[in-house]
């Protein structure tokens, strides 16, 4: 018998859940789906920069299943892009982690929840020098 799947901690879930080409109804469209979880590893190993021992941390998994789990979304996010095809983000075994992720300004210091980063710069003075903190 297989063990039971242990559910992922997430910072977040997804404000948008569905991305598709341009011009071409989603109706006319093939879908792939990605986890909420597949989502928060891309989140923080490619978007954040963390390596995959923090990221594993964060999502309280092992580093080897956290590199299951990004090798899957990566591979489901390729197949989307190079196919043409909608990309949804839902499901999977998670849970919404209690405290979020905080990141620090290297430039002005100040502290940010990383919800409220966009575009990997800091609100408060626009620099690009985001470091996690404690």
């Known amino acids: 018998m297989p063990r039971r799947k242990r559910r992922r901690k997430v910072s977040w879930e997804p404000q948008v859940s569905v991305y598709k080409p341009a011009g071409i109804p989603a109706k006319d469209?093939?879908?792939?789906?990605?986890?909420?979880?597949e989502f928060e590893a891309l989140k923080l190993t490619d978007f954040l920069g963390l390596n995959q021992r923090e990221a594993s941390l964060e999502m309280d998994v092992s580093q080897p299943t956290l590199n299951r789990i990004l090798s899957s979304a990566r591979e489901k996010v390729a197949?989307?892009?190079v196919r043409g095809l909608v990309l949804r983000i839902e499901g999977g075994s998670y849970i919404l982690a209690e405290q979020d992720l905080i990141l620090e300004c290297e430039d002005c210091k100040a502290s940010l929840n990383v919800t409220d980063v966009i575009a990997k710069t800091c609100p408060e003075c626009g620099s690009t020098s985001l470091l996690r903190s404690g």
């Open 29 to 37: 469209l093939d879908e792939i789906r990605i986890s909420v979880d």
């Open 79 to 81: 197949k989307a892009l």
